[in-house]
Nanobody, 122 residues
Framework: HVQLVESGGGSVQDGASLRLSCAVS????????MGWFRQAPGKEREGVAR????????YYGDSVKDRFTISRDSAKNMLYLQMNSLKPEDTGKYYC????????????????WGQGTQVTVS
């Protein structure tokens, strides 16, 4: 039974930083492509960042490039999202997602999702 549990959200001011964490259990993260999505009220879910199993290949959405950093610690079964220079438009519920590695990253059809953690920037 795979579980993804996010933490680290909160309410912060414009320009602040937050670090989101996602704890993975029930599956070896070495074989998972992982990432973060977010959804603001009334908007579609948006891919924020993803990281491949080796931890060296990452991808960022245009709106968060140079401000957010995704990382993983496979030894601790953890995924992180360091968010700097937060803006009000970053407000939303952030979800951790994972997809079994099949030779490429297919997070758009993720196999596993967390329950989400709220980030509010004002």
């Amino acid at each position: 039974h795979v579980q993804l549990v996010e933490s680290g959200g909160g309410s912060v001011q414009d320009g602040a930083s937050l670090r989101l964490s996602c704890a993975v259990s029930g599956y070896d993260p070495l074989y998972l492509c992982m990432g973060w999505f977010r959804q603001a009220p009334g908007k579609e879910r948006e891919g924020v960042a993803r990281i491949e199993p080796g931890g060296f290949i990452t991808y960022y959405g245009d709106s968060v490039k140079d401000r957010f950093t995704i990382s993983r610690d496979s030894a601790k079964n953890m995924l992180y999202l360091q968010m700097n220079s937060l803006k009000p438009e970053d407000t939303g519920k952030y979800y951790c997602a994972a997809a079994r590695w099949v030779g490429y990253c297919r997070l758009a059809a993720a196999d596993y999702w967390g329950q989400g953690t709220q980030v509010t920037v004002s």
